[in-house]
């Protein structure tokens, strides 16, 4: 357990760094050229000659190491700059009254005046000044105080780096002195080296190395069609380079299967929790389990909603205010149910599941009338958006949080069950019912907050599934088997056995899907499951008891 929370704990703080280099401000760049300098003299002569002059001269730009000359490529990029007649001043444009435009000097800023569109020539650009624009940027870009922004300008050069490359990484590597930007301008130099493949055989080996250092499938691309630029004597080393990066691509893979299993456990954790509550404790087979969790994403959409047409700005507090709510409602609902039919049913099962199932198509009707069939969007909160890798593996931010969450709310569960008078009287109850009855305990009491608990917990289920799936009147149906497999193969009432239960079958289905498909997986769960039961009728950790075992 320990472990496990150090490594959630790393994982966490991956994703909060991955996110402050995200947001960090881009440094300041100076905002003009020298009207007389090297830079603004190359501008000038963008609009002349063939696609491929215009490439070269993009390549010298980049060379001046001007950095003001950033935004100015972005614009030559989309297409948005002019140049006045007779070799004048490159422009941007804007519309003025009458169909004229105002013209504006990229290179000093200054307004030029109001002039026909009709006198000026746009600067044309094609895929190849397109590809030589994002090299430029990234080699000016290279030289920024900011060390994001240079790790994001080297990664931009990764897919375009050739021999002429290799001098600007050079440059920059030798002012380099931060470890991470150093570490991905050697992988651009890398690249650079083996498209070339003209370079010594120790050069090329070691080039081999980093990208092979790299991993991912974009470095198996990358050596195989090094293959075809460097000689006989390197291939062989490519290839162990190939089949080092594929065997590492499987073990990550394996983690991935892992992470998929782990998150589906969760949610299945989720769902089935507050169902181990009310099975264990009433032995009621309730099939409207599934329209509590349909219910609590409904409260979840329903909050959204207001919260986007009052309050916007509280957008990203919008699951800190459906969690009390969507526990709320559902414990409400869940209670009238248990009054209202369930306590005339005890001791008749099949009633009770088909009273159950009846309520549940009564509910799933009812929110059809109200919302709509249709599928409701509900958004994530900026802190539940977004991924990051670690490693070959790419975790999201809503599957982590929903992890984290369902763990949450199994600590908070374990401690009402052994920490507060009704989690004992609770378990009285469920390991022997007359015997808690004699010694005073409300029984019927007893079952109907049991009953709301359960609903409530099915309800904060849902505000964690409306992060992840389609909010409509069958969501809840998804699941419901599903959580029934959970309760019954962990142990009937035991909420470790859930937690087991739920992660276990999660793991198990997600590594049969990609060899089976997603719906074999679940038949081929059930029938091991149904054999497990075969052998251990009450599950992983049956709970111990006289009414319990009798």
């Known amino acids: 357990m320990r472990a496990a929370t150090a490594l959630l704990l790393r994982i966490l703080a991956l994703a909060w760094l991955a996110a402050l280099v995200a947001s960090a401000p881009a440094a300041a760049q100076d905002e003009t050229l020298d009207p007389g300098g090297e830079a603004a003299r190359l501008l000038?002569?963008?609009?002349?000659?063939?696609?491929?002059?215009?490439?070269?001269?993009?390549?010298?730009?980049?060379?001046?190491?001007?950095?003001?000359?950033?935004?100015?490529?972005?614009?030559?990029?989309?297409?948005?700059?002019?140049?006045?007649?007779?070799?004048?001043?490159?422009v941007t444009i804007k519309d003025a009254e009458g169909g004229d435009?105002?013209?504006?000097?990229?290179?000093?800023?200054?307004?030029?005046?109001?002039?026909?569109?009709?006198?000026l020539v746009q600067?044309?650009?094609?895929?190849?000044?397109?590809?030589?624009?994002?090299?430029?940027?990234?080699?000016?870009?290279?030289?920024?105080?900011?060390?994001?922004?240079?790790?994001?300008?080297?990664?931009?050069?990764?897919?375009?780096?050739?021999?002429?490359?290799?001098?600007?990484?050079?440059?920059?590597?030798?002012?380099?002195?931060?470890?991470?930007?150093?570490?991905?301008?050697?992988?651009?130099r890398a690249v650079a080296v083996l498209r070339d493949g003209t370079s010594s055989q120790h050069e090329l080996a070691a080039a081999v190395d980093t990208i092979v250092?790299?991993?991912?499938?974009?470095?198996?691309?990358?050596?195989?069609?090094?293959?075809?630029?460097?000689?006989?004597?390197?291939?062989?080393?490519?290839?162990?380079?190939?089949?080092?990066?594929?065997?590492?691509?499987?073990l990550w893979g394996l983690g991935q299967d892992v992470w998929y299993g782990l998150s589906l456990g969760s949610v299945l954790l989720l769902a089935a929790i507050g169902l181990a509550i009310t099975f264990g404790v009433m032995g009621v087979i309730n099939m409207a389990?599934?329209?509590?969790?349909?219910?609590?994403?409904?409260?979840?959409?329903?909050?959204?909603?207001?919260?986007?047409t009052s309050a916007p700005g509280l957008f990203d507090w919008s699951l800190a205010i459906a969690l009390p709510l969507a526990f709320l409602v559902t414990a409400l609902i869940g209670i009238a149910i248990e009054r209202g039919v369930i306590r005339f049913l005890y001791g008749r099962p099949l009633e009770t599941l088909l009273a159950t199932w009846g309520l549940s198509l009564i509910i799933q009707q009812a929110v059809r009338t109200i919302f709509g069939a249709s599928n409701r969007e509900v958004g994530n909160p900026s802190w539940m958006s977004g991924a990051f890798d670690v490693g070959g593996m790419s975790i999201t931010n809503n599957r982590?949080?929903?992890i984290v969450f369902s763990l949450v709310v199994f600590a908070m569960l374990l401690v009402v069950m052994r920490k507060t008078a009704l989690g004992l009287q609770m378990r009285a109850v469920t390991q022997n019912r007359r015997m808690a009855a004699s010694m005073g305990i409300r029984t019927p009491w007893i079952d109907a907050m049991t009953f709301g608990l359960g609903s409530g917990i099915a309800g904060l289920a849902g505000v964690a599934l409306s992060q992840i799936s389609n909010v409509s009147p069958n969501l809840?149906?998804?699941?419901?088997?599903?959580?029934?497999?959970?309760?019954?193969?962990?142990?009937?009432?035991?909420?470790?056995?859930?937690?087991?239960?739920?992660?276990?079958?999660?793991?198990?289905?997600?590594?049969?899907?990609?060899?089976?498909?997603?719906?074999?997986?679940?038949?081929?769960?059930?029938?091991?499951?149904?054999?497990?039961?075969?052998?251990?009728?009450?599950?992983?950790?049956?709970?111990k008891g006289r009414a319990v075992e009798a």
């Open 44 to 90: 000038r002569l963008l609009p002349e000659g063939s696609y491929r002059d215009r490439a070269e001269i993009i390549g010298q730009l980049a060379r001046t190491g001007e950095p003001a000359l950033v935004p100015i490529l972005r614009r030559l990029e989309a297409g948005d700059l002019h140049a006045l007649p007779d070799g004048g001043a490159i």
């Open 101 to 119: 435009v105002v013209a504006t000097d990229v290179a000093t800023g200054e307004e030029v005046g109001t002039l026909a569109k009709s006198e």
């Open 123 to 188: 600067v044309r650009v094609n895929n190849l000044i397109r590809r030589e624009v994002r090299t430029a940027i990234g080699a000016l870009t290279l030289m920024s105080p900011d060390p994001g922004r240079r790790i994001a300008a080297a990664q931009g050069m990764f897919s375009n780096a050739d021999a002429e490359t290799i001098p600007v990484i050079d440059e920059a590597l030798a002012q380099e002195d931060n470890p991470a930007v150093r570490k991905v301008m050697e992988e651009v």
């Open 213 to 250: 250092d790299r991993g991912g499938r974009e470095a198996i691309g990358i050596l195989d069609n090094a293959r075809t630029s460097v000689a006989d004597d390197v291939i062989p080393t490519i290839d162990a380079g190939i089949a080092s990066i594929q065997r590492s691509l499987k």
């Open 289 to 308: 389990h599934g329209e509590m969790v349909m219910l609590g994403a409904y409260t979840t959409y329903v909050v959204q909603q207001v919260i986007r």
């Open 400 to 402: 982590l949080w929903i």
């Open 476 to 543: 809840g149906q998804s699941y419901i088997i599903d959580s029934f497999m959970v309760v019954v193969f962990g142990g009937v009432g035991n909420l470790w056995g859930t937690l087991v239960g739920a992660m276990t079958l999660g793991v198990f289905n997600k590594f049969l899907e990609p060899y089976t498909g997603a719906v074999l997986a679940k038949v081929l769960v059930l029938v091991f499951i149904i054999l497990f039961i075969q052998k251990r009728p009450r599950g992983l950790f049956a709970l």
